[in-house]
């Protein structure tokens, strides 16, 4: 079908209010990066101070080995992984990074998987590759969203490892990356091994005034455990959703490219179409008057 100015001017409209859309969807996905980077930044203090605490309390006391497996439990060998993925699409190859990561991962270790997705696109991936899926988490859409989560990561994990269900626990996640977009990768939380402690207990004090854990170091040491595992899983959470904005950025960065080519093409046709109108149109009055002209000698 032949291409009239009328259709190319609603093409041509039609082209900018999507790039417009995108530029949006750019703009927005800039800004999450900026707050979920930041808030990876901030977590390092804290890391470092709960590092230093869990070094004093395995100095004070001798680190010791980790539990026994429990007898009578066959999936104590099992292992649990929480894996990040993306609720929403325009995210490029995102899911199938880290979904293919964890497959490929869970696949080389002992023991049967169980595992978490947090998202339903890479839950989808994983349940189409075959993996036991015991839970699906929504995907926070924000800093203050990260914590809720978190939470409730940690009461379901804590229930089936209590249950004897699983010993081990890991976390796959996209994390950013300089240079590029984010690469997948994944952290071993539990079980909190021997050579954990003891690389714990020899992280240096940062002054010539070692500390003295007060009171009951037992209880102290719990609660550095908790924040270690929170800290642990809500760093990943935010690489992963700084990760998942940058590839939406890429995303939307090409397709907002893909459009000024395409808006170009439009307005070379519309103007070519235009041309052409308006030399036929001359044509056509030249004609009239060579004709009025010719009339006018034979008469």
């Known amino acids: ?178 240079g590029a977009l984010y690469e997948p990768v994944s952290q071993r939380l539990l079980p909190l091994d021997l050579p954990w402690q003891q690389g714990l207990a020899k992280v240096p004090w940062p002054d010539k005034m070692l500390p003295e854990v007060m009171g009951n170091g037992l209880v102290t040491l719990r609660g550095l455990i908790r924040e270690y595992l929170f800290i642990s899983i809500f760093r990943a959470c935010a690489e992963s959703l700084a990760s998942e904005n940058a590839s939406r950025l890429a995303a939307m960065e090409r397709a907002d490219q893909n459009i000024n080519e395409l808006l170009e093409t439009l307005h070379g046709t519309f103007h070519r179409l235009r041309q052409a109108g308006i030399d036929e149109e001359l044509f056509d009055v030249v004609s009239g008057f060579e004709a009025l002209a010719g009339q006018k000698q034979t008469g």
């Open 1 to 178: 079908m032949s291409e009239t100015t009328a259709s190319m001017t609603r093409k041509i409209a039609s082209a900018s209010d999507l790039q417009s859309v995108v530029r949006t969807m750019k703009a927005l996905a800039a800004s999450s990066i900026g707050q979920y980077e930041q808030s990876v930044r901030a977590l390092g203090d804290y890391y470092r101070t709960v590092e230093l605490g869990l070094g004093a309390c395995f100095r004070q006391s001798p680190p010791a080995a980790p539990a026994m497996k429990r007898k009578g439990h066959p999936e104590a060998d099992a292992i649990g992984a929480v894996v990040f993925g993306s609720d929403q699409g325009l995210v490029g190859q995102f899911n199938d990074v880290v979904a293919d990561y964890a497959i490929k991962t869970l696949a080389t270790l002992p023991g049967k998987p169980q595992v978490w997705a947090v998202g339903e696109r890479v839950h989808g991936r994983l349940a189409d590759a075959g993996l036991p899926l015991i839970g699906l988490f929504a995907v926070p859409n924000s800093v203050q969203a990260i914590t809720p989560l978190v939470g409730q990561i940690q009461i379901e994990s804590e229930t089936h490892r209590a249950k004897g269900d699983y010993a081990t626990l890991y976390v796959f996640h996209n994390r950013p990356k300089s």
